[in-house]
């Protein structure tokens, strides 16, 4: 059983923590019931790597202290904990995959939320200016979709699991600027940035070590960031061309 679905957004989650918690933690927990009651053998649980905070260690690895600095952190997070006790205490295989800013295709870039690289990619396409919060030298672990569905289908098909906690990335970090400029270099633009004040709940850097995906998924990124990258900004050109 895959456990995907959440309110995936750091800054909605400052706007509405109690919708952050209820779509969250509560969704967690009573998916956690109902894979129990129907004796389902597997419970693999999307984490999100915001439970690592500011932490300033890089690469973050899983024996560090979880440090979330936001509602959706937290509520991720307690997601963690029901799946490690579900398993030590009901015997359900349980495993949490912490996520690295995912992107791919289908993304909605005109949520208010919209997360970074689709909002980037629609306007730089149109091209408009991109707004970053921050001075962009914050830096990101950016993981394309399909190594996530990769990871989560080795999940899925691993030995016996039992709670663990497995970082999902590319292993490697990019600052939000240098992003900008492979973009520029994909759509053949110099589009500059304009930048503003940072968001509350935002982590300043990101890097994941994911030695132990390895060792407990045989995990490993089938698509670099840069091809990742790459294959949106054609998927979103198409979609921009099929809608005019």
């Known amino acids: 059983m895959f456990h995907l679905a959440a309110q995936v957004s750091v800054p909605a989650s400052v706007d509405d923590p109690a919708r952050t918690h209820r779509d969250c933690t509560d969704a967690t927990f009573k998916m956690l019931m109902a894979a129990r009651d129907a004796g389902v053998k597997r419970f693999v649980y999307s984490a999100s790597s915001a439970a690592y905070g500011d932490d300033p260690a890089q690469p973050k690895t899983e024996r560090m202290l979880p440090s979330p600095i936001s509602p959706y952190a937290i509520g991720k997070l307690a997601g963690e904990y029901y799946c490690s006790v579900f398993a030590k205490v009901f015997g359900l295989e349980t495993i949490s995959l912490r996520y690295f800013n995912v992107f791919g295709p289908y993304q909605d870039p005109k949520s208010q939320y919209a997360a970074a690289i689709p909002a ?5 396409l149109a091209g408009k200016t991109p707004t970053i919060y921050g001075d962009g030298e914050q830096t990101r672990d950016f993981t394309y979709v399909d190594n996530v569905v990769n990871a989560n289908l080795l999940a899925a098909t691993a030995g016996q699991t039992a709670g663990e906690v497995v970082n999902i990335a590319s292993g ?37 070590d994911i030695s132990l995906a390895r060792k407990v998924l045989g995990f490993e990124p089938r698509i670099s960031f840069r091809e990742g990258l790459a294959r949106t900004v054609e998927w979103y050109g198409a979609e921009s061309s099929r809608k005019c």
């Open 120 to 124: 980037f990619i629609t306007l730089m």
């Open 172 to 208: 490697k970090s990019v600052t939000v600027n240098e992003t900008i400029s492979h973009l520029n270099d994909i759509l053949g633009k110099n589009i500059r940035p304009v930048y503003a004040a940072p968001r509350a709940g935002d982590v300043k850097h990101s890097s994941a």
